[in-house]
């Protein structure tokens, strides 16, 4: 006899796992509150990117000064040190098809955590995923670390859910099927979504508990079906009622698409707190490099997949104004050894480095260059020196603002934080409005601030005033929705000074002192 819970863990997956959506769906904002966290981080979301299959970190961030080693144990595959970008900081370099992600850095809104993985590095791929996605060492442990987070904050799921204060889906895994990151107790926190604007129905049976053990479980398939609509719908009513604005987005970039319905999702009202993707291919034991030059093969695809794609939904979040509420990081389940093979690829390894990304990171680089020797032993790999479930633990302290006494239990170690997010602490709730109920933030600015009020979907006109009465920016002229609206203005033209930003309506002019720092 299957036992209740397997069943409910195998049927919500496989029904989580269909993209469902509904049609005829008129979107209304959502005014309750998703989440109990802090109150200054409660519209907060991160976005995780898996890439699957183990990720070369010494063909991804490259250490300079160990340049002459790294000829010595990879020279069939390592790119010319003058081919690579130059981040200019700590003696490290990009490959070259990371120019998107090299432009993040140099705007402020990349880090990178060096030589991350877990003690007793096991390197097969399915086990080191699942010590990855439950962050503990356990082999019989199989909840994910967020859906043991999720599970303490919202016990029972998922009976009763979505419901009036909660309808929205707590986490969605972008493609067909669920992260075992969100896997809790009973069910799966997670709703995967392929395309949040496919329209699609679950036969909604009424399956009646008769008392019977099949009876039982029926009804409860009923409900996960009724489920999956109900939180389809809300995807789509999001995804219609959002918006995308950069250019960089492109079509046959698999995560430029799926990080572009995610930037539609949020700016459409959705509060997801967490979404995941995945971008596979990274198990380069051959072929890494072509045969006619280093800087081309499967890395250098996947790495130019990857950079174009996180580029585009910065730029994308920056236009929307919602840059300080999204944060993001990378990871793969371990490195690749030190030396190449003859087959011009890399073997399994340990560490890795892994990928912040968004407006609020606060240390660009976290850890030191790996060091390579030049005699290694055989099959040898970069060495951990951080442990990921630190940077899981200080993610949730940081961006979520957890109490460190609901973070330390869901791990088995002793927790070590990091200083990761810490550059928006400061939530947008905590900054006083103005007379005009206007917030802009940061103030004092250097190279950009937001603009936060409450509309009525009328049309504004957005004006930044020099004190010698010259309007010196238009950094908004149009119509917006109802509710809550911010409008970024990019402000690194202006000189250092103080300034009025001034909103327009044809109801009222509002204005609120800016200054511009040194």
């Known amino acids: 006899m299957i036992k209740r819970r397997t069943f409910v863990k195998n049927v919500g997956i496989a029904v989580a796992g269909m993209p469902i959506v509904l049609n005829n769906i008129k979107y209304q904002p959502i005014q309750k509150k998703l989440f109990n966290y802090n109150k200054s981080a409660e519209d907060r979301v991160l976005v995780i990117v898996r890439l699957n299959g183990g990720n070369d970190g010494l063909n991804t961030v490259i250490p300079l000064d160990q340049y002459d080693n790294l000829v010595i144990q990879r020279q069939n595959i390592l790119i010319p040190e003058n081919q690579l970008l130059d981040l200019n900081q700590n003696n490290l370099a990009l490959h070259p098809s990371m120019t998107g992600m090299k432009n993040m850095f140099e705007g402020g809104q990349l880090g990178i955590i060096q030589n991350v993985g877990y003690p007793d590095q096991n390197r097969s791929h399915f086990r080191s995923m699942d010590i990855w996605s439950t962050g503990k060492m356990d082999p019989f442990e199989h909840s994910g670390w967020l859906g043991r987070h999720f599970d303490e904050k919202y016990p029972g799921y998922p009976d009763d859910y979505p419901n009036e204060d909660y309808p929205d889906p707590f986490a969605i895994s972008m493609g067909y099927s669920v992260s075992e990151t969100c896997q809790g107790l009973l069910s799966n926190f997670s709703h995967a979504v392929s395309n949040p604007f496919d329209a699609y129905n679950l036969t909604e049976n009424q399956g009646l508990d008769d008392g019977t053990y099949f009876g039982s479980h029926m009804a409860y398939l009923s409900n996960l079906i009724m489920q999956s609509n109900a939180y389809g719908s809300q995807i789509n009513a999001a995804a219609n009622a959002g918006n995308t604005l950069s250019s960089l987005y492109d079509a046959n970039n698999p995560i430029a698409v799926q990080l572009r319905y995610v930037a539609q999702m949020i700016s459409g009202g959705l509060k997801t707190k967490v979404y995941i993707l995945n971008l596979d291919g990274f198990d380069t034991h051959n072929a890494q490099v ?73 240390s660009q680089i976290i850890g030191p260059n790996p060091v390579i020797s030049d005699t290694i032993q055989n099959q040898e790999a970069v060495p951990m020196q951080i442990d990921f479930r630190d940077v899981y633990a200080s993610l949730l302290k940081d961006w979520f603002l957890v109490p460190e006494s609901d973070i330390e239990p869901l791990f088995e170690h002793t927790v070590q934080y990091i200083n990761l997010l810490g550059a928006c602490n400061l939530g947008v709730d905590d900054l006083a409005k103005n007379k005009d109920g206007l917030t802009l933030f940061p103030n004092p600015a250097t190279d950009r601030t937001n603009l936060r009020f409450e509309a009525d979907g009328d049309s504004y006109t957005l004006q930044v005033i020099d004190m010698n009465g010259r309007t010196v920016l238009e950094p908004f002229s149009g119509r917006t929705l109802s509710g809550e609206q911010t409008i970024p203005l990019e402000t690194y033209d202006l000189k250092a000074g103080f300034y009025t930003v001034r909103l327009y309506s044809r109801k009222a002019v509002k204005a609120v002192k800016l200054i511009i720092a040194d």
């Open 290 to 362: 072509s045969s006619t030059s280093v800087l081309t093969g499967r890395h250098a695809d996947l790495m130019k997949t990857l950079s174009d794609a996180l580029a585009a939904f910065q730029d994308d979040l920056n236009l929307l104004g919602l840059s300080h509420r999204v944060a993001g990081f990378t990871f793969s389940e371990f490195g690749r050894q030190v030396a190449s093979n003859a087959s011009r690829g890399t073997d399994h390894g340990d560490a890795a480095p892994m990928f912040l990304f968004g407006e609020c990171i606060s």
